[in-house]
Every structure is written in C-alpha cells, then in structure tokens.
C-alpha cells in the first residue's frame, strides 16, 4: 500500500478519534463539584427548568386586603413564593400534614372567630409538627411556658398541654382575639404573635405608624407574614405551583376515641397494651403526654386518646 495513502487513512481516523473523544468527554468548564469539575453536558443532566412563580394580582389576609401593588410588598410576598415553592419536600410535607390536621384547627377557629386565614399561622410557626425552637417555645402553635401558664395551660414534666393540638390552638386564639381586640385588625394581631404585643408597640410608638406594611420589623417578623400568605397561595392552587397529589397521598386524619382518667397510671405501655394499642402510638396521640406515666396528685380528669382499632393497618386502605 503506498505510504500516502496510510497516511491519508491513519490521518483520517486519528481526527474521528478525536472528533468522539470531544463528544464523550466534554471540555471541562471550570466550577468545581463533588467529583472534580460539573460539564455543560452535567448541568443539563441535573438542572430542570425553573421558572418565576405567579404572583397574584389581589390577596387578601383575614379578610384584609394587602397591599400588592407596592413594589416592596410585591418582592416580599414573591421571596416567600420562591422559596416554599422551590423548597419541594417541605412544601409536599406541609400538604400531606394540611389534611391532617387542618380538620381538627379550622372548627375551633371558627368557633373561635377567628378567621380561618390564620390556620396558616401554625404552619408557619411549627409546619404542623409538634417543635421546639431555641427559645423554647413549644407546639403547633410555638407557645413559651409563661405565656402558657397566662392562657391557662397546663406545663409540668408529665404533661405539657402546648402539645396539645386542640387546647393549645384554643390558647392561640385567646391570644390573637386579645390581639384584635387591641390593635383593631387581624393583620398587626398575628404579626404580634411573632413579635410579642410589647414588641410591637414599642415598635409603633418609634416608628409613628401602626401599619404593618409600613413598618420596620426585623427580619423574621418582616417576612412573617408574607410567609403565612405565601402559605395561603399555594395550598389554595397547589397544582399552579407545581404541587399535584392525589387524595390517597395526603396523610389521613387520625381517627380514634377517648378515654378519660381521672387517676394515676403507673405504666402508660401498660395503659396502651390494655387498649389494644402500644406506647408508641399512644404517644402519637397523645404528645401532651410527656412521661411513662401519671401521678395526678390533684386528681385531674384527663381525655386520652385511644386510636380506633385497626386504624394503623388501615389507614391507607391496606390491611
């Protein structure tokens, strides 16, 4: 074979080899990632397309109309649309914990007066789950021991009614309609639940101003409520931002009957197993509960709450 024509041959495949190297191994791009350097090929393996969210034209809060055609009220309300909608595994927790809980809170709101807005409030402040902050504040609701004590809750090492989800959302209320009562509008009622009612009014008399959109709060009450609202847009559209669950994917509400006691009980796995039940979902019921037991020294009649039988297999329509 003449030597130019190997040539020609060997000329040609070493630039197809080169030509495929370039296709498989894309040029590296210069950021650095966990193993060494992302490609362009990379980005577009890991990055889906992210949009900007909808922000409504109009929003109300408790009946109050917000300001939204102020620039800066939109850009709060739209940070909080941001992140709650991006932040995908919160947000489809927040839902799926929405439908179990949002049954036993929005009856004792409306028994309550208070608007039904402000079930939004606890997910907010807890995401439906019974916290502990820093500063110890407690519950669905995030209430501290003292403020407890004030709205007649019972805090002691056995039990501790801020984990109570009816009774500590009656002592939320108590608190905002005291709220109301003082400032005259549900919108500074539940930025005082974040701030404290002294917080605020120190704030409104420096500031000359009891508008909350004209205030300067802080960071966390600042957004406060654009994330209580933010709350509200997308569990009122969830599949406008991106949430689609079907009915049998949200958590099922709890059914059960109760029990109640008005003595001591020595041994709450005892009490449990008595009722069909064991500790670990007594407890589930009942988190007010804080001990393995009860002494009741004051003979208090206590409402337990036994689970259907049956419910835990069943509960999601699988036995």
């Known amino acids: 074979m003449p030597v130019k024509r190997i040539f ?9 080899a080169t030509i495929a190297v370039a296709l498989i191994v894309p040029p590296k791009t210069g950021k650095k990632g966990a193993n060494g350097f992302f490609t362009k090929s990379d ?6 397309p992210v949009y900007q969210v909808p922000i409504p034209n109009a929003i109300a809060f408790a009946g109050e109309q917000v300001p939204i055609h102020f620039f800066d009220v939109r850009e709060s309300l ?3 649309l941001q992140v709650n909608t991006y932040w995908h595994s919160q947000t489809v927790l927040l ?20 608007p039904d807005d402000f079930k939004y409030l606890a997910v907010a402040e807890s995401a439906l789950t019974q916290a502990v902050s820093p500063a110890q504040a407690v519950g669905f609701w995030q209430i501290l021991a003292a403020t407890a004590r004030e709205l007649s809750l019972e805090v002691g090492d056995e039990v501790d009614e801020r ?3 009816e009774k500590s959302t009656y002592a939320a209320c108590d608190f905002l309609l005291k709220s109301y009562n003082h400032y005259g509008n549900w919108t500074m009622a539940a930025a005082s639940y974040n701030f404290g009612r002294s917080g605020i009014n120190r704030q409104m008399a420096r500031q000359g101003n ?9 960071e966390e009450t ?17 599949e406008q ?23 001591a009980v020595t041994s709450f796995a005892q009490f449990a197993e008595h009722f069909n039940t064991n500790y670990k979902i007594l407890k589930l019921y009942n988190p007010w509960l804080r001990e393995s037991y009860l002494t009741n020294k004051r003979g208090k009649t206590y409402a337990i709450k036994i689970p259907e039988r049956g419910f835990r297999e069943s509960a999601y329509g699988q036995e």
């Open 8 to 16: 020609l041959i060997t000329f040609t495949l070493l630039v197809i």
């Open 43 to 48: 980005s577009l393996r890991i990055q889906s």
């Open 78 to 80: 739209d940070r909080e």
């Open 95 to 114: 839902l799926k914990r929405a439908n179990r809980y949002f049954p036993i809170i929005e009856p004792i709101l409306k028994e309550k007066g208070i």
């Open 163 to 165: 984990y109570h989800i």
């Open 210 to 218: 009891n508008n909350y959109y004209d205030m300067v709060l802080g």
């Open 222 to 238: 600042g957004r406060y409520l654009f994330r209580i609202l933010a709350f509200k847009v997308i569990f009122e559209n969830p």
């Open 241 to 263: 931002y991106g949430f689609h669950l079907m009915p049998d994917e949200l958590y099922p509400p709890l059914k059960f009957y109760e029990v109640e006691v008005d003595t």
